[in-house]
Protein backbone atom coordinates (compact mmCIF):
# COMPACT_ATOMS: atom_id res chain seq x y z
CA UNK A 1 0.00 0.00 0.00
CA UNK A 2 1.86 2.68 -0.98
CA UNK A 3 0.17 6.58 -2.28
CA UNK A 4 -0.09 7.56 -5.65
CA UNK A 5 2.34 9.86 -6.78
CA UNK A 6 2.18 13.15 -5.86
CA UNK A 7 4.81 16.42 -6.16
CA UNK A 8 5.88 17.09 -2.64
CA UNK A 9 7.07 21.00 -1.28
CA UNK A 10 7.98 21.99 2.07
CA UNK A 11 7.51 25.79 1.95
CA UNK A 12 9.66 27.44 4.82
CA UNK A 13 6.82 30.57 5.53
CA UNK A 14 3.49 30.36 5.81
CA UNK A 15 3.06 33.05 2.82
CA UNK A 16 5.28 30.44 0.59
CA UNK A 17 2.69 27.37 1.67
CA UNK A 18 0.20 30.02 0.65
CA UNK A 19 1.22 30.62 -2.43
CA UNK A 20 1.77 27.03 -3.22
CA UNK A 21 -2.11 26.49 -2.58
CA UNK A 22 -3.15 29.13 -4.76
CA UNK A 23 -1.30 27.94 -7.76
CA UNK A 24 -2.23 24.13 -7.24
CA UNK A 25 -5.76 24.54 -6.54
CA UNK A 26 -7.59 21.84 -5.73
CA UNK A 27 -4.87 19.25 -6.27
CA UNK A 28 -3.13 20.58 -3.36
CA UNK A 29 -3.39 19.25 -0.19
CA UNK A 30 -1.60 20.30 3.23
CA UNK A 31 0.11 17.98 5.11
CA UNK A 32 0.77 18.52 8.78
CA UNK A 33 1.13 15.35 11.42
CA UNK A 34 0.11 13.33 8.49
CA UNK A 35 -1.64 10.44 11.18
CA UNK A 36 -4.76 10.61 9.49
CA UNK A 37 -4.31 11.77 5.57
CA UNK A 38 -0.83 8.96 4.88
CA UNK A 39 -3.95 6.34 5.80
CA UNK A 40 -6.16 7.96 3.21
CA UNK A 41 -3.91 8.46 0.48
CA UNK A 42 -2.49 4.75 0.79
CA UNK A 43 -5.73 3.10 0.22
CA UNK A 44 -6.36 5.97 -2.21
CA UNK A 45 -9.09 7.35 -0.91
CA UNK A 46 -7.50 10.59 -1.31
CA UNK A 47 -5.26 11.40 -4.35
CA UNK A 48 -3.89 14.55 -4.22
CA UNK A 49 -1.58 16.13 -6.68
CA UNK A 50 0.39 18.24 -4.65
CA UNK A 51 1.29 18.02 -1.32
CA UNK A 52 2.34 20.82 1.12
CA UNK A 53 3.79 20.20 3.82
CA UNK A 54 3.99 22.95 6.56
CA UNK A 55 5.97 21.08 9.45
CA UNK A 56 8.63 23.40 8.64
CA UNK A 57 7.12 26.26 9.03
CA UNK A 58 8.45 28.04 12.37
CA UNK A 59 6.05 29.56 14.94
CA UNK A 60 3.03 27.22 14.41
CA UNK A 61 3.89 25.00 17.44
CA UNK A 62 3.26 26.78 20.19
CA UNK A 63 1.02 26.80 23.11
CA UNK A 64 0.97 30.52 24.65
CA UNK A 65 -1.59 32.14 27.38
CA UNK A 66 -2.55 35.52 25.33
CA UNK A 67 -4.03 37.81 27.76
CA UNK A 68 -1.98 40.33 25.43
CA UNK A 69 -2.23 39.27 22.05
CA UNK A 70 1.33 39.48 20.36
CA UNK A 71 2.31 42.51 18.14
CA UNK A 72 1.46 40.28 15.22
CA UNK A 73 -2.08 39.67 16.67
CA UNK A 74 -3.15 43.26 17.25
CA UNK A 75 -4.05 43.79 13.15
CA UNK A 76 -6.28 41.02 13.40
CA UNK A 77 -9.72 42.25 13.89
CA UNK A 78 -11.44 39.62 16.24
CA UNK A 79 -15.43 39.00 15.35
CA UNK A 80 -16.38 38.13 19.53
CA UNK A 81 -14.11 41.28 20.48
CA UNK A 82 -15.15 40.23 24.20
CA UNK A 83 -13.45 37.44 24.01
CA UNK A 84 -10.10 39.05 24.36
CA UNK A 85 -11.47 40.53 27.44
CA UNK A 86 -10.79 37.37 29.26
CA UNK A 87 -7.73 35.53 29.62
CA UNK A 88 -7.15 33.48 26.18
CA UNK A 89 -5.01 30.11 25.69
CA UNK A 90 -3.48 29.95 21.76
CA UNK A 91 -2.44 27.23 20.67
CA UNK A 92 -0.70 27.04 17.19
CA UNK A 93 -1.89 24.25 14.12
CA UNK A 94 1.18 22.14 14.23
CA UNK A 95 1.11 21.63 17.87
CA UNK A 96 0.95 18.09 18.33
CA UNK A 97 -1.38 15.98 20.69
CA UNK A 98 1.86 14.92 23.31
CA UNK A 99 2.46 18.43 23.77
CA UNK A 100 -0.85 19.22 24.30
CA UNK A 101 -0.80 16.44 26.86
CA UNK A 102 2.18 17.45 28.89
CA UNK A 103 1.46 21.05 28.59
CA UNK A 104 1.61 22.32 32.95
CA UNK A 105 -0.18 25.49 31.19
CA UNK A 106 -3.20 23.54 29.64
CA UNK A 107 -3.92 21.18 32.22
CA UNK A 108 -4.54 24.41 34.73
CA UNK A 109 -5.82 26.70 32.32
CA UNK A 110 -8.01 24.26 30.27
CA UNK A 111 -8.06 20.58 31.42
CA UNK A 112 -10.29 19.42 28.83
CA UNK A 113 -7.50 19.93 25.76
CA UNK A 114 -4.88 17.30 27.95
CA UNK A 115 -7.75 14.77 28.74
CA UNK A 116 -9.14 14.87 25.00
CA UNK A 117 -5.42 14.62 23.82
CA UNK A 118 -4.40 11.48 25.54
CA UNK A 119 -6.94 9.62 24.32
CA UNK A 120 -6.10 9.96 20.60
CA UNK A 121 -5.21 7.04 19.38
CA UNK A 122 -1.76 5.55 20.50
CA UNK A 123 1.76 7.36 21.38
CA UNK A 124 2.80 6.93 18.02
CA UNK A 125 0.08 8.98 16.70
CA UNK A 126 0.09 11.54 19.51
CA UNK A 127 3.69 11.94 18.77
CA UNK A 128 3.69 12.92 15.65
CA UNK A 129 -0.06 14.31 15.21
CA UNK A 130 -1.49 17.92 15.10
CA UNK A 131 -4.31 19.81 16.63
CA UNK A 132 -4.82 21.95 13.53
CA UNK A 133 -4.11 18.70 11.26
CA UNK A 134 -7.19 16.94 13.21
CA UNK A 135 -9.79 19.87 13.33
CA UNK A 136 -8.67 20.59 9.08
CA UNK A 137 -9.17 16.64 8.62
CA UNK A 138 -12.74 17.03 10.00
CA UNK A 139 -12.82 12.84 10.75
CA UNK A 140 -16.35 12.81 11.74
CA UNK A 141 -14.70 10.16 14.45
CA UNK A 142 -12.04 13.17 15.64
CA UNK A 143 -11.62 13.77 19.21
CA UNK A 144 -10.10 17.19 19.32
CA UNK A 145 -12.95 18.17 17.31
CA UNK A 146 -15.62 17.34 20.45
CA UNK A 147 -13.02 19.35 22.54
CA UNK A 148 -12.95 22.40 20.06
CA UNK A 149 -16.92 22.45 20.32
CA UNK A 150 -17.58 22.14 23.90
CA UNK A 151 -14.74 24.63 24.62
CA UNK A 152 -16.25 27.11 22.25
CA UNK A 153 -13.02 27.53 20.50
CA UNK A 154 -12.14 30.12 18.24
CA UNK A 155 -10.14 29.10 15.33
CA UNK A 156 -7.88 31.18 13.07
CA UNK A 157 -7.46 31.18 8.93
CA UNK A 158 -5.01 32.79 6.59
CA UNK A 159 -5.73 32.53 3.44
CA UNK A 160 -4.51 34.84 0.38
CA UNK A 161 -6.65 37.57 1.25
CA UNK A 162 -5.79 37.50 4.77
CA UNK A 163 -6.71 36.23 8.31
CA UNK A 164 -9.99 35.59 9.78
CA UNK A 165 -11.90 34.18 12.87
CA UNK A 166 -14.03 30.94 12.19
CA UNK A 167 -15.94 29.69 15.79
CA UNK A 168 -15.39 26.19 16.29
CA UNK A 169 -19.75 25.85 16.09
CA UNK A 170 -19.20 26.81 12.38
CA UNK A 171 -16.30 24.98 11.27
CA UNK A 172 -17.35 21.46 10.71
CA UNK A 173 -19.71 21.66 8.31
CA UNK A 174 -20.06 17.63 6.39
CA UNK A 175 -18.16 14.82 6.51
CA UNK A 176 -14.56 15.82 6.28
CA UNK A 177 -15.75 18.57 5.06
CA UNK A 178 -14.76 22.17 6.90
CA UNK A 179 -15.56 26.18 6.56
CA UNK A 180 -11.82 26.23 5.44
CA UNK A 181 -11.70 27.29 1.74
CA UNK A 182 -8.83 24.96 -0.37
CA UNK A 183 -6.45 27.56 -0.14
CA UNK A 184 -7.13 28.48 3.86
CA UNK A 185 -4.99 27.38 6.45
CA UNK A 186 -6.07 26.26 10.06
CA UNK A 187 -2.95 28.55 12.06
CA UNK A 188 -4.03 28.51 15.18
CA UNK A 189 -6.81 27.85 17.84
CA UNK A 190 -8.25 29.54 20.67
CA UNK A 191 -9.90 28.82 23.66
CA UNK A 192 -10.45 30.72 26.85
CA UNK A 193 -9.25 30.10 30.54
CA UNK A 194 -11.26 27.86 32.12
CA UNK A 195 -12.12 29.30 35.70
CA UNK A 196 -14.58 27.79 37.83
CA UNK A 197 -15.34 25.03 34.65
CA UNK A 198 -14.61 21.17 35.01
CA UNK A 199 -13.99 19.10 32.36
CA UNK A 200 -14.21 15.95 30.77
CA UNK A 201 -14.19 13.46 27.43
CA UNK A 202 -14.96 10.13 27.42
CA UNK A 203 -15.19 8.24 24.57
CA UNK A 204 -16.38 4.01 23.36
CA UNK A 205 -13.53 2.95 20.81
CA UNK A 206 -12.35 -0.14 19.41
CA UNK A 207 -8.78 -0.80 20.43
CA UNK A 208 -6.98 -0.99 16.95
CA UNK A 209 -7.86 1.71 15.14
CA UNK A 210 -8.63 4.24 18.37
CA UNK A 211 -11.60 6.09 16.48
CA UNK A 212 -14.35 6.98 18.55
CA UNK A 213 -17.83 5.63 17.75
CA UNK A 214 -19.09 7.94 20.15
CA UNK A 215 -16.81 10.46 21.65
CA UNK A 216 -18.50 13.40 24.58
CA UNK A 217 -16.52 16.32 25.77
CA UNK A 218 -18.12 17.89 28.50
CA UNK A 219 -17.57 21.54 29.62
CA UNK A 220 -19.50 22.32 32.95
CA UNK A 221 -19.99 25.54 35.44
CA UNK A 222 -21.51 24.60 38.82
CA UNK A 223 -23.89 26.36 40.84
CA UNK A 224 -24.76 26.84 44.23
CA UNK A 225 -26.20 23.46 45.29
CA UNK A 226 -25.00 21.15 42.37
CA UNK A 227 -26.66 22.49 40.28
CA UNK A 228 -25.68 23.04 36.23
CA UNK A 229 -24.98 26.89 35.47
CA UNK A 230 -24.01 26.27 32.28
CA UNK A 231 -22.78 23.48 29.66
CA UNK A 232 -21.45 23.08 26.93
CA UNK A 233 -21.29 19.62 25.34
CA UNK A 234 -19.46 18.61 21.95
CA UNK A 235 -19.98 15.37 20.65
CA UNK A 236 -17.97 13.25 17.79
CA UNK A 237 -18.32 9.84 15.85
CA UNK A 238 -22.42 9.72 16.04
CA UNK A 239 -23.10 11.95 12.39
CA UNK A 240 -21.48 13.16 9.52
CA UNK A 241 -19.52 15.79 11.35
CA UNK A 242 -18.92 16.41 15.41
CA UNK A 243 -21.33 19.00 16.72
CA UNK A 244 -23.10 20.79 19.79
CA UNK A 245 -25.91 18.55 22.10
CA UNK A 246 -27.81 22.30 22.46
CA UNK A 247 -30.83 19.42 23.37
CA UNK A 248 -28.92 17.94 26.28
CA UNK A 249 -27.24 21.37 27.47
CA UNK A 250 -30.88 23.01 27.24
CA UNK A 251 -32.31 20.47 29.36
CA UNK A 252 -29.68 20.43 32.21
CA UNK A 253 -29.23 24.49 32.30
CA UNK A 254 -30.52 25.18 35.88
CA UNK A 255 -30.95 21.51 37.19
CA UNK A 256 -29.58 19.84 39.84
CA UNK A 257 -26.80 17.30 38.97
CA UNK A 258 -27.81 13.94 39.76
CA UNK A 259 -27.47 11.08 37.84
CA UNK A 260 -31.28 10.27 37.14
CA UNK A 261 -31.54 14.00 35.68
CA UNK A 262 -28.59 13.69 33.95
CA UNK A 263 -29.64 9.95 32.32
CA UNK A 264 -32.98 11.53 31.02
CA UNK A 265 -31.39 14.49 29.66
CA UNK A 266 -28.57 13.00 27.76
CA UNK A 267 -31.12 10.60 25.90
CA UNK A 268 -31.50 13.65 23.96
CA UNK A 269 -28.32 13.25 22.64
CA UNK A 270 -28.29 12.39 19.24
CA UNK A 271 -32.04 13.05 18.94
CA UNK A 272 -33.24 14.66 15.25
CA UNK A 273 -29.77 13.57 14.37
CA UNK A 274 -28.45 11.02 11.35
CA UNK A 275 -26.69 7.94 13.18
CA UNK A 276 -23.71 6.72 11.25
CA UNK A 277 -24.03 2.90 10.71
CA UNK A 278 -20.29 1.13 9.81
CA UNK A 279 -18.72 -2.50 10.33
CA UNK A 280 -17.75 -0.99 13.98
CA UNK A 281 -21.72 -0.07 15.20
CA UNK A 282 -25.27 0.17 13.59
CA UNK A 283 -27.14 3.05 13.88
CA UNK A 284 -29.03 1.90 17.04
CA UNK A 285 -26.05 0.35 19.35
CA UNK A 286 -24.33 3.94 18.29
CA UNK A 287 -26.97 5.95 19.85
CA UNK A 288 -26.85 3.65 22.87
CA UNK A 289 -23.26 4.47 23.18
CA UNK A 290 -23.53 7.84 22.45
CA UNK A 291 -26.22 8.30 25.66
CA UNK A 292 -24.74 6.05 27.89
CA UNK A 293 -21.32 8.25 27.06
CA UNK A 294 -23.07 11.67 27.06
CA UNK A 295 -24.07 9.83 30.50
CA UNK A 296 -20.69 9.30 31.91
CA UNK A 297 -18.80 12.26 30.28
CA UNK A 298 -21.30 15.06 32.12
CA UNK A 299 -21.12 12.74 35.69
CA UNK A 300 -17.49 12.91 34.90
CA UNK A 301 -17.36 16.83 34.79
CA UNK A 302 -19.65 16.98 37.68
CA UNK A 303 -17.20 14.89 39.85
CA UNK A 304 -14.18 16.84 38.10
CA UNK A 305 -12.04 14.69 39.96
CA UNK A 306 -12.71 11.83 37.37
CA UNK A 307 -9.89 11.33 35.24
CA UNK A 308 -11.03 11.65 31.50
CA UNK A 309 -10.17 9.25 28.84
CA UNK A 310 -11.29 6.40 27.06
CA UNK A 311 -13.16 3.40 27.30
CA UNK A 312 -11.84 0.07 25.72
CA UNK A 313 -12.82 -3.51 25.66
CA UNK A 314 -15.53 -2.67 22.49
CA UNK B 1 1.79 12.04 -14.26
CA UNK B 2 2.07 8.57 -14.29
CA UNK B 3 4.13 9.28 -17.59
CA UNK B 4 7.33 11.69 -16.27
CA UNK B 5 10.33 10.52 -14.30
CA UNK B 6 9.22 10.78 -10.93
CA UNK B 7 10.77 13.96 -8.88
CA UNK B 8 13.06 12.60 -6.52
CA UNK B 9 14.08 14.70 -3.32
CA UNK B 10 17.33 14.37 -1.24
CA UNK B 11 17.03 13.36 2.05
CA UNK B 12 19.89 13.65 4.74
CA UNK B 13 18.85 11.46 7.77
CA UNK B 14 21.08 10.00 10.57
CA UNK B 15 20.00 6.30 11.52
CA UNK B 16 20.99 4.79 14.37
CA UNK B 17 24.10 7.44 14.72
CA UNK B 18 25.20 6.79 10.71
CA UNK B 19 24.73 9.39 8.62
CA UNK B 20 22.70 8.79 5.01
CA UNK B 21 21.95 10.91 2.41
CA UNK B 22 19.45 9.10 -0.72
CA UNK B 23 17.48 10.86 -3.15
CA UNK B 24 13.89 9.51 -2.72
CA UNK B 25 10.21 10.07 -4.81
CA UNK B 26 7.80 12.13 -2.17
CA UNK B 27 5.32 9.21 -1.65
CA UNK B 28 8.23 7.24 0.31
CA UNK B 29 7.43 5.77 3.01
CA UNK B 30 9.80 5.80 5.76
CA UNK B 31 9.39 2.69 6.91
CA UNK B 32 10.14 1.52 2.99
CA UNK B 33 13.22 4.15 2.81
CA UNK B 34 14.53 1.80 6.48
CA UNK B 35 13.72 -0.99 4.52
CA UNK B 36 14.91 -1.02 0.75
CA UNK B 37 16.90 1.63 0.58
CA UNK B 38 18.98 1.48 3.35
CA UNK B 39 18.45 -2.22 3.79
CA UNK B 40 17.63 -2.56 8.04
CA UNK B 41 15.52 -5.13 7.79
CA UNK B 42 14.59 -4.98 11.29
CA UNK B 43 11.50 -2.80 11.19
CA UNK B 44 8.92 -4.63 10.21
CA UNK B 45 5.50 -3.62 7.96
CA UNK B 46 2.48 -5.18 9.35
CA UNK B 47 -0.75 -3.59 8.44
CA UNK B 48 0.84 -0.04 6.57
CA UNK B 49 -2.02 1.92 7.81
CA UNK B 50 -1.36 3.13 11.23
CA UNK B 51 -2.45 0.26 12.90
CA UNK B 52 -0.46 -2.45 14.31
CA UNK B 53 2.62 -0.20 15.32
CA UNK B 54 4.89 -3.42 13.79
CA UNK B 55 6.63 -0.69 12.08
CA UNK B 56 7.68 1.90 15.27
CA UNK B 57 11.16 3.70 15.20
CA UNK B 58 11.91 6.58 16.90
CA UNK B 59 12.30 9.79 15.11
CA UNK B 60 14.04 12.48 16.92
CA UNK B 61 13.53 10.63 19.92
CA UNK B 62 10.04 10.27 20.09
CA UNK B 63 8.05 6.50 18.86
CA UNK B 64 6.19 6.86 15.60
CA UNK B 65 4.83 4.69 12.90
CA UNK B 66 7.37 4.77 10.18
CA UNK B 67 4.18 3.59 7.89
CA UNK B 68 2.87 7.03 8.52
CA UNK B 69 5.80 9.37 8.27
CA UNK B 70 7.22 9.93 4.93
CA UNK B 71 10.71 9.57 4.02
CA UNK B 72 11.43 13.29 3.07
CA UNK B 73 9.94 14.55 6.57
CA UNK B 74 12.86 12.41 8.31
CA UNK B 75 15.27 15.07 6.58
CA UNK B 76 17.66 16.65 9.10
CA UNK B 77 16.22 14.22 11.48
CA UNK B 78 17.75 11.59 13.56
CA UNK B 79 16.25 7.51 13.39
CA UNK B 80 16.68 5.13 15.93
CA UNK B 81 15.50 1.27 14.73
CA UNK B 82 15.89 -1.87 16.43
CA UNK B 83 19.45 -2.31 15.20
CA UNK B 84 20.23 0.60 16.56
CA UNK B 85 20.07 -0.63 20.49
CA UNK B 86 22.78 -3.13 20.47
CA UNK B 87 25.44 -1.69 21.95
CA UNK B 88 29.34 -2.99 21.73
CA UNK B 89 28.20 -6.49 20.52
CA UNK B 90 25.43 -6.86 23.71
CA UNK B 91 21.82 -6.77 23.23
CA UNK B 92 19.82 -3.68 24.87
CA UNK B 93 18.06 -4.53 28.39
CA UNK B 94 14.73 -4.42 26.55
CA UNK B 95 16.01 -6.65 24.42
CA UNK B 96 17.39 -9.17 27.03
CA UNK B 97 13.99 -8.87 28.74
CA UNK B 98 11.68 -9.88 25.95
CA UNK B 99 14.54 -12.96 25.88
CA UNK B 100 14.07 -13.99 28.85
CA UNK B 101 10.60 -13.22 29.52
CA UNK B 102 9.62 -14.99 26.77
CA UNK B 103 7.79 -11.46 25.45
CA UNK B 104 7.86 -13.05 21.52
CA UNK B 105 7.25 -15.92 19.69
CA UNK B 106 7.22 -15.34 15.82
CA UNK B 107 8.64 -11.88 16.50
CA UNK B 108 6.75 -9.97 14.07
CA UNK B 109 5.53 -7.19 16.35
CA UNK B 110 9.06 -7.27 18.67
CA UNK B 111 10.86 -4.51 17.22
CA UNK B 112 8.03 -2.31 17.04
CA UNK B 113 7.16 -2.86 20.85
CA UNK B 114 10.84 -2.85 22.25
CA UNK B 115 11.00 0.88 20.07
CA UNK B 116 7.67 2.25 21.75
CA UNK B 117 8.36 0.55 25.12
CA UNK B 118 12.00 2.34 24.82
CA UNK B 119 9.73 5.83 24.37
CA UNK B 120 7.63 4.77 27.39
CA UNK B 121 10.76 4.12 29.88
CA UNK B 122 12.28 7.56 28.77
CA UNK B 123 9.35 9.10 29.68
CA UNK B 124 8.28 7.29 32.48
CA UNK B 125 11.18 4.93 33.71
CA UNK B 126 8.85 3.10 36.57
CA UNK B 127 6.25 2.41 34.76
CA UNK B 128 2.87 1.00 36.38
CA UNK B 129 1.31 -2.12 34.84
CA UNK B 130 -1.05 0.10 33.36
CA UNK B 131 1.02 2.57 32.55
CA UNK B 132 2.99 -0.25 30.12
CA UNK B 133 -0.28 -1.09 28.84
CA UNK B 134 -1.18 1.93 28.04
CA UNK B 135 1.88 3.09 26.64
CA UNK B 136 1.86 -0.41 24.24
CA UNK B 137 -1.93 0.34 23.05
CA UNK B 138 -0.98 0.83 19.48
CA UNK B 139 1.34 -2.50 19.58
CA UNK B 140 -0.43 -5.19 19.00
CA UNK B 141 0.75 -8.91 18.54
CA UNK B 142 -0.78 -11.98 17.11
CA UNK B 143 0.99 -14.50 18.85
CA UNK B 144 2.48 -14.01 22.40
CA UNK B 145 -0.57 -12.95 24.50
CA UNK B 146 0.20 -9.47 26.48
CA UNK B 147 1.13 -10.80 30.08
CA UNK B 148 4.82 -11.80 28.96
CA UNK B 149 5.52 -8.55 27.15
CA UNK B 150 4.16 -6.06 29.89
CA UNK B 151 6.27 -8.51 32.19
CA UNK B 152 9.04 -8.07 30.18
CA UNK B 153 9.15 -4.42 29.74
CA UNK B 154 8.68 -4.45 33.59
CA UNK B 155 11.72 -6.15 33.98
CA UNK B 156 13.68 -3.94 31.53
CA UNK B 157 12.75 -1.10 33.69
CA UNK B 158 14.11 -2.28 37.29
CA UNK B 159 17.52 -3.72 35.34
CA UNK B 160 17.51 -0.37 33.60
CA UNK B 161 17.03 2.00 36.86
CA UNK B 162 19.91 0.63 38.14
CA UNK B 163 22.22 0.67 34.39
CA UNK B 164 24.34 3.67 33.25
CA UNK B 165 22.37 6.69 31.41
CA UNK B 166 23.89 5.80 28.06
CA UNK B 167 22.14 2.54 27.75
CA UNK B 168 18.37 4.04 28.52
S1 LIG C 1 2.79 -1.24 9.62
FE1 LIG C 1 2.83 0.72 10.47
S2 LIG C 1 1.30 0.61 11.97
FE2 LIG C 1 1.10 -1.30 10.99
S1 LIG D 1 5.24 -12.33 18.73
FE1 LIG D 1 4.11 -12.77 16.94
S2 LIG D 1 2.99 -10.96 16.64
FE2 LIG D 1 3.88 -10.63 18.55
Not at chain 1, 7 to 33: I, N, T
Not at chain 1, 77 to 95: E, F, H, K, N, Y
Not at chain 2, 86 to 96: F, I, K, M, Y
Request: contains cysteine; aromatic residues 4%.
Amino acid sequence: MIPAAFEYSAPASLDEALALLSAHGDEAKVLAGGQSLLPLMKLRLATPGHLVDLTRIPGLNRIEQDGVPSAGDQRIPVPVASRLQRPMLSIGALTLYCQIEESTLLRQACPLLPQTASAVADVQVRNRGTIGGSLAHADPAGDMAAAALALDATLRAVGPSGERWIPAAEFFTGFFTTALAPDEILVEMRVPVLEGWTTTYRKAAPRASGFAIAGVAVCLRKGPDETCQEIRIGVTGVTERPFRAHAVEDALRGKPLVASVIEEAAEAVAEGVWIAEDVRASAAYRAHLARIYASRAIQGARDADTPGGLSTGL
Amino acid sequence: MTSEAPVKHAVRVQVNERQYEEEVEGRRLLVHFLRETLGLTGTHVGCVVGECGACSVLLDGSVVKSCLVLAVQADGRAVVTIEGLERNGSLHPLQESFVSRYGLQCGYCTPGMILTALDLLARNPRPTEDDIRHGLAGNLCMCTGYMQIVEAVREAATVLAGATPDLA
